[in-house]
């Protein structure tokens, strides 16, 4: 036998094996649940945007869906463009009675069923600043309801999730992926994907999937740049005299300048690509691990959150101008992505 073909023998196998397993996958993944009709979804953060739309999907689709909002209006409006089975609850992740009564409301409602989908969305701002602008109380109202608030309900759901063999899904900020501003917005998204891996690896054991769905920037109603504005603002005011002279009037013209760019350029307004990560992740009989919304998701801020130190701090801080203290006058400037 010609040794020289032995090179290429083993190159096909490889070849063969990878294709292979690139098909497997690919049926796999394409497989999806039955009978998923009557079966119960509990939605938190539907007032707006990414939860709003997800419990109207899901509500056509056939599921008996359970829509959190934090308000009273939120949860009417959502009503009356929704078929009779969907309902809703009014809660605040913030406040443990508040979460107790809507776990009391979930378990009434599946009727001794169990509960097959628990999607965990905290919408809504929190201050978003240099660290210094900050205080304690700030990343105690972000992590309260971002982090700790869904920690909270997704433990007091697991019994019925247990039950039912269901399926939890997490949707992260790709703040979670790489923080590139101060306060507790960025903190809670990374707790999230902690919580989410462990609780992959555990609950495995009793039928129960768990899905991160990490999407980018998208603007679904209360996303604006005035709101962020308004909270700078509000800092801003009050710096004592000092932090503020450190900075600098130019910084905190500049800082609002960048802030209302990023806002526009990297907020989607294409929802359903989060929609679409977050149908598979309910329907698929194997539903992936993570799933990426948006190209800058899936791709800028994974690179980031990968590349070397020194290259991601370089471009994080072209984003946002440079303190009067350290001398430099240059201007941030946007990364446009």
Known sequence: ?????????????????????????????????????????????????????????????GFCVIAACSTVKGGQELRSCSSLSLKTVKLNLADPNSIARAVVFVTKETAGKGLFGLVSNAEGTAPVAPTDWLRIEDFHSALGVGLLGLIEITLKLLPLLKKAEGRVVNLINAKGLMAFVGGGYSLSKWGMEAFSDTLRREMQHFGVKVSIVEHSFFKAGVVTSDVIERDVLRLWNRLTPEIRDSYGEKYFVEYIKAQRSSVKSLCDTDISKVIKCLEHALMAKYPR??????????????????????????????????????????PGVLINI
Do not use: E, Q
């Open 1 to 61: 036998m010609d040794r020289r073909l032995i090179p290429n023998s083993v190159h096909i196998v490889i070849l063969a094996s990878i294709l292979s397993l690139i098909i497997y996958w690919l049926i796999r993944d394409s497989r999806r649940v039955r009978n998923l009709s009557g079966k119960h979804v509990f939605i938190t953060g539907c007032d707006t945007g990414l939860g709003n739309s997800l419990a109207k999907w899901l509500d056509k689709r």
């Open 289 to 330: 691990t993570r799933y990426g919304a948006g190209w800058d998701a899936k791709l800028f801020w994974l690179f980031l959150s990968y590349a070397p130190s020194c290259l991601s701090d370089m471009l994080l801080c072209m984003m946002f101008p440079a303190p009067a203290a350290t001398g430099k006058s240059h």
